[in-house]
């Protein structure tokens, strides 16, 4: 039996017999209702903040005051919102009626 937990999978070259293996054992876990891992996603705050508003991303970004680009690149983590933009995005999570107000 492959003990998954200690192999370097990124440099571990599987053969065929062990990803037989490896499958077969996900398929008794999942048939015994056992969990083998869980995996917490975290939710970017811009993601979060237009999803409660319902927005799209250009409504929102208008809104926001910031290009759809800048929004974009919050939402993909590519840039950090200011302070004020952080505050707006806490606003929208919050209370996304007072957002919609200034629509």
Do not use: C
């Not at 490896?22 to 008794?28: A, D, I």
């Not at 891992?37 to 939710?43: C, P």
């Amino acid at each position: 039996m492959i003990d998954i937990d200690n192999i370097d999978i990124a440099n571990h070259e599987f053969t065929g017999e062990e990803i037989g293996e490896l499958l077969l054992q996900s398929v008794k876990q999942m048939k015994n209702n056992e969990v083998a891992r869980e995996h917490q996603i975290a939710v970017n705050n811009a993601i979060e903040a237009r999803q409660k508003v319902g927005l799209s991303q250009r409504e929102f970004a208008k809104i926001m005051g910031v290009s759809v680009r800048t929004l974009q690149a919050w939402e993909q983590g590519k840039r950090q919102p200011s302070g004020s933009a952080i505050t707006l995005l806490k606003i929208a999570t919050q209370q996304p009626h007072a957002l919609l107000a200034i629509k």
